[in-house]
């Protein structure tokens, strides 16, 4: 059974920062990529950073050079570091496994609240 598990999220005041983590299970965690999406009610879900299996990674244009984007794979886990962080950073933030070779396998995790007030 596959399982992704997230924490870390929670309430920040904007410029602080918070480190989400992504804990994975019943996969082979190093052949798939690892992404990290977000969501708010009445938007389109974001595609905000990833990390192939060989540490190669992409950002959205909204967070690059405030959030970087790590992964361990000794440990199955993926990590996004958000610093400087804005009110419009606040969304449920997803972890999401999709495999290099067959995309079809494809998974979620349930999704952490970032709220960032003003």
């Known amino acids: 059974q596959v399982q992704l598990v997230e924490s870390g999220g929670g309430l920040v005041q904007a410029g602080g920062s918070l480190r989400l983590s992504c804990a994975a299970s019943g996969i082979i965690f190093s052949i798939y990529v690892m992404n990290w999406y977000r969501q708010t009610p009445g938007k389109q879900s974001e595609l905000v950073a990833a990390?192939?299996?060989?540490?190669?990674?992409n950002y959205a244009d909204s967070v690059r050079g405030r959030f970087t984007i790590s992964r361990d794979n000794a440990q199955n886990t993926v990590y996004l570091q958000m610093n400087s962080l804005k009110p419009e950073d606040t969304a449920v933030y997803y972890c999401?496994?999709?495999?290099?070779?067959?995309?079809?396998?494809?998974?979620w995790g349930q999704g952490t609240q970032v709220t960032v007030s003003s």
């Open positions: 999401n496994a999709r495999n290099v070779y067959r995309v079809q396998f494809d998974y």
């Open positions: 990390i192939t299996p060989d540490g190669n990674t």
